[in-house]
């Protein structure tokens, strides 16, 4: 492509229809050669290779990343070791030890397989989960002592606990003995006193892995378990556990917490994915069933199926349903569990459109909020279990950092949650209020963050923000794109180009999806669907058609310019898999359009 080229975008398109520019997905073609030659690739899959950074000597493990070649050393984890020593000395003494696990998917999954480990060395370990609203996130003084005072001598805390010092603090106060296994960043230097921490993203820990989610770190911990048992000689008597058979949990973690898919974390998704394939595991083939769903476990699977029901006990119903429900061997218990929580998400989705279409509501009615750099919405009553969820969907309407809060009047409080653009650091800016003293508390990373606020604060703190983040909002805008991987015909986009591509799974950040543009199409037989998604058919000079559908664009530019069939249009977007009633096809998920007269 020539410089001209690139600065008008990939195909001419330097503004789409939702306001991108587009671009070829940067590839160094001597790597790309090498890739080629060396694996039997065929081109666009070798260049897409290349351009996801993947070297040359690692090109094998990324196409086939097994546990054996990629799995770390437990003992490069800061207080892995120790944390494992104590476990099994515990374990050994029968001391009353309970787990004690966030609400979501991560918490859960992690939770459970510490349940199972314990379980099978013949210990049942007692799970604790917060409630999200009356009690809040991770590990707080008052659990401790309840905890303390219901005989608890020891608490695992996974996905949580890191940052929690007045909590830490208060289990030294009262003799009550803590291991963490986090993955949550953590602020200063500072390291807690107590048992153990493990945790990647502890400023100590050399031990590289700090893209993984507390599933992850969880299954390291095990293997470090089952090598420290082994060497007490727990084994003589007691099968040792292979931990293969919960690789279905870490990856459940790893792919709902959107955590990178590379390295170690990727052979943890991929392997997880076959494991669970197998429906083992009587908690997540129940949520399937209730769900109607089938087939080999895939990414869609764990994030659009089984994802958001196990979540939705955290976020609008009982919030230890989820773990209960990966934990439990009795499928009865796992039916009734899987029923309760399909019916909770059922009701968080009813809540969750409410809540959305008051947010645009909101937004628009304030015209000038549509020029502000952040959007930061606010209304009596909004459910603190579905804001995150909001906040994301407006950040993909307005593409912008967006703070959603739910205000709770009686309490004289604001819960928020917001979502950023990749290069605003929501995160950092969140933390500045706080320490400018216009937040109760905040915090999180680049792209989410939380906070508690004053209801009368809202309009100060929303100023601050907006100009906190004016200057990265508009560089950031500046390069907001779409990166493309091959450009194809609506004839050549088939099942052996899906296939071909899918040797790239597990997708994720880090490993993006491939995508794809098709030039010059035309629309045919568009069709409105409910929910505000729209279902049509590609056909370009070739004469080649491709079954097409754009999800939630009713009231877009995207969505109105597909309704219309009028002239050619430039489209991007990603092949899925169309088996409907026994058909091997594809189908073309529209991410973006572009008017080649306007673009």
Known sequence: MADGDAQLGYLGVARSLSGRMWRERLADADLTRRHQLSLGLSEPLARALSARGVAHEHGPDYLNPTLKALFPDPSSFMDMDRAAAVLVDALERKRPLVVFADYDVDGASSAAQLVRWFRALGYELPIYVPDRITEGYG??????????????????????GAAAHDALACAAEIGLEVVVIDHHLMRGDEIPKIAALVNPNRPDCVSGQGHLAAAGVTFVLLAALNREARRRGLFAGTPEPDLRQWLDLAAMGAICDVTQLTGFNRALAAQGLKVMSAWRNPGLKALLDVAKSQGPASVFHVGFILGPRINAGGRIGRADLGTRLLSTDDPEEARALAEELDALNASRKEVEREVTEAAIANIERESNQGEAPMLLVAADGWHPGVIGIVAGRLRERYRKPVIVVGVDRAANVGKGSGRSQPGV??????????????????????????????????PELRAFLCERLAGETEAAAAVDGLDIDALVTTGGCDRALWQDFQRLAPFGPGNPEPVFAAADVRVERPMALRGGHVRCTLVDGSGGKLKAVAWRVEDSEIGRRLMTEGGAVHVVGRLKPDDWQGRSGVEFEIDDVADPRRA
């Open 139 to 160: 590990p707080s003084p008052a659990a401790f002592r309840r905890l303390k005072a219901e005989g608890a001598e020891l608490v695992i805390t996974v996905d949580c």
């Open 425 to 458: 650091n929501l995160g950092r800016a969140v933390q500045a209020a706080f320490e400018e003293g216009l937040l109760l508390a905040g915090g999180g990373h680049a792209m989410a963050a939380g906070l508690s606020v004053r209801p009368d604060t809202i």
